[in-house]
C-alpha cells in the first residue's frame, strides 16, 4: 500500500514522542552538567504536546495506517491518554530523586520516551507483527533503566534477572505468534478474526499458538505463575524507575490482551477464559497472602500488582463488553494508583535517604501530613475502600464476573480482597499511629507536590464520579 501524508496525522501523538526523544538526545550533547533541567523541560513540553495530539487527532472514528497495521480508535485514544499523563506524573515526581543521584541525564528521559514510544505503538497496533515491535521497544528501554543505577549490584542483578525472564516471556509470545500465523496464515488482527470465525482449521494447531500467546501476556503482566521477575525488580530498580515500570505498561499490557483476546481470537473466548480464570485466582491467591509477610515495601507493591492484575484478568475472562469495559476502567486506575505509591516513595528518598521498608513509612505524618494523607488514601483505594476509585473498580469487575454466572469466582476476590486489605491498611497504621524513625523534615518540590495532589484528587474524583471514564471505557467495546 504507498505512503499517504494522512498517515502522518493518524500517528501524530507518536511522531511527537520520537522527535521530543530525538531532540532530547541531541540536545544534551551541548549540554553542561548544571544546565540538564533543559532536558526535563523539553521532555515535559513533548509529553504535553502529544497528549494534546491524542486529543486532536481522537474522534469516534476509527481509522487505520500504513495498510491496516497501526489503529486508531477510542480505545486507543483513551489508553494513549493514560500512558502520557501516568509519565508526565512520573517525571515530575523523579526530578530531585534522579538528579540528587547524579542519574539525571538526557539518556534517562531520552530511554523513558522510547519506552512511552513502545507502549503507544501496542495501544495502536492492529496486527501481531506491529504489537510485537512496540513491546520490544518498551521491553528493551526498561531493560535498561532497571540497571541505570551503575553503582547497585542489585539493580544490576535485577536488570539481568528481567532481562533473562522478559527474553523467556518475548520468545513464548512470538512462538505462539508463529502458531496462529501457521494456522491462519495471517498477521493482521482482522485477517486472524475472519480465519477463526470460519472455523476450517486445525483448532490444535489454534489452541496450541493460543496458549502460548496468553503465556506471553501473562509474563507481560506479571500473572501467577509468571510473576518471579517481579518482586525482584521492583526491589532493585531505583524507586523513580520502579514508578514508570509499575503504571504505564499495565495499560500497554492491557490494550495487547484486548488487541489479541478480543480483536483478533475473540471466537476462542471459550478457550481463552478458561486459562484466565485459573491465572487470575492464582495472581490474587499468591500476590494477596504473600504481600502480608513482606517488610520490604516495593516488594509488597510488587504482590499488590499481582492481584490486581488477577481483578484485570477477571474482567477479560467475563467475556461481555461490560467486562471489558470494566477491565479497561480497572488498568487505567491502577496506573494512576501506582504512579501515586511511588510518587511518594520517590518524594520520601531524599540524599542519602533510599526508602525501602516498611518501618521508612513510620510517623510520615507528624514529618509531612500531607504527603501522609495522599499515601493514605492510596492505599485505601488500593484496598477498595469507598469513596476512593479502587473501589468503584473492584466492584465494576465483580458485576461483569457475577453477571456471565461465575459467582463463586467473584466470591473468591472478595475474600482475597479482604485479605489484602491488612497489608495497605497496615501501611496507614505505620503512618499515623507510630513515632517516626527520624524528626528530618520532608523536602519535596512544589512541581511534585502539585502532582502527588492532583494525582490524589483525580483518585478522589474518579471514585466520586466514575461515570465520566467508565463511559469512555464504554465507548471502546461498542
Keep these: 500500500m504507498p505512503f499517504e501524508s494522512a498517515f502522518l496525522v493518524t500517528i501524530l501523538p507518536e511522531l511527537v514522542v520520537l522527535v521530543t526523544a530525538s531532540l532530547v538526545l541531541v540536545v544534551d550533547l551541548f549540554l553542561r552538567d548544571d544546565e540538564k533541567v533543559v532536558n526535563h523541560n523539553l521532555t515535559i513540553i513533548g509529553l504535553v504536546l502529544a497528549l494534546a495530539a491524542v486529543g486532536l487527532v481522537g474522534g469516534e472514528r476509527t481509522t487505520l495506517a500504513f495498510g491496516g497495521a497501526f489503529i486508531r480508535d477510542p480505545m486507543s485514544d483513551l489508553l494513549k491518554g493514560a500512558i502520557l499523563v501516568v509519565s508526565l506524573f512520573g517525571f515530575v515526581y523523579s526530578k530531585d530523586y534522579m538528579r540528587e543521584r547524579n542519574m539525571w541525564v538526557g539518556e534517562y528521559h531520552v530511554l523513558v520516551l522510547f519506552s512511552v514510544l513502545g507502549m503507544l505503538i501496542m495501544v495502536s497496533a492492529n496486527g501481531f507483527l506491529s504489537m510485537y515491535l512496540g513491546l520490544e521497544l518498551l521491553a528493551l528501554c526498561l531493560y535498561a533503566l532497571v540497571a541505570f543505577d551503575r553503582d547497585s549490584k542489585q539493580g544490576a542483578e535485577a536488570a539481568m534477572k528481567y532481562f533473562v525472564l522478559g527474553a523467556l516471556g518475548s520468545g513464548m509470545l512470538l512462538y505462539g505468534i ?230 463463586w469466582l467473584a466470591i473468591v476476590a472478595v475474600v482475597f480482597s479482604i485479605v489484602g486489605a491488612f497489608y495497605y491498611l497496615r501501611v496507614i497504621k505505620l503512618i499515623y499511629f507510630d513515632p517516626p524513625a527520624t524528626d528530618t523534615p520532608l523536602v519535596a518540590s512544589g512541581g511534585a507536590r502539585l502532582a502527588i495532589t492532583a494525582n490524589g484528587l483525580a483518585i478522589l474524583f474518579l471514585g466520586m464520579f466514575p461515570a465520566f471514564l467508565l463511559t469512555l471505557c464504554e465507548a471502546a467495546f461498542v
Design 178 to 407: 508463529s502458531m496462529i500465523y501457521g494456522a491462519t496464515g495471517g498477521f493482521a488482527f482482522e485477517g486472524v478474526a475472519e480465519a477463526v470465525n470460519a472455523g476450517s482449521l486445525d483448532d490444535k494447531v489454534l489452541v496450541f499458538g493460543l496458549v502460548f500467546v496468553i503465556i506471553g501476556i501473562a509474563f507481560k503482566f506479571g500473572a501467577v505463575p509468571f510473576h518471579m521477575w517481579m518482586p525482584d525488580v521492583y526491589q532493585g530498580a531505583p524507586t523513580s524507575i520502579v514508578l514508570f515500570l509499575s503504571s504505564a505498561p499495565k495499560v500497554a499490557a492491557f490494550a495487547m490482551a484486548a488487541r489479541i483476546l478480543i480483536d483478533a481470537l475473540g471466537a476462542l473466548q471459550g478457550d481463552w477464559s478458561e486459562i484466565l480464570i485459573i491465572l487470575s485466582v492464582l495472581s490474587m491467591v499468591l500476590g494477596n497472602v504473600v504481600a502480608i509477610a513482606q517488610r520490604n515495601i516495593k516488594r509488597m507493591l510488587a504482590y499488590s500488582t499481582i492481584s490486581h492484575v488477577g481483578f484485570i484478568f477477571l474482567g477479560l475472562l467475563a467475556g461481555t463488553e461490560d467486562g471489558y469495559a470494566a477491565a479497561m476502567f480497572y488498568a487505567v486506575v491502577y496506573a494512576l494508583m501506582a504512579a501515586g505509591a511511588f510518587g511518594v516513595l520517590v518524594m520520601m528518598s531524599g540524599r542519602g535517604v533510599e526508602v525501602q521498608e516498611l518501618d521508612d513509612m513510620k510517623g510520615l505524618a507528624q514529618r509531612d501530613g500531607w504527603l501522609a494523607a495522599m499515601m493514605s488514601l492510596i492505599m485505601f483505594s488500593m484496598a477498595g475502600v469507598p469513596p476512593a476509585v479502587g473501589f468503584m473498580a473492584k466492584l465494576l469487575v465483580l458485576e461483569a464476573v457475577i453477571s456471565v454466572g461465575l459467582v
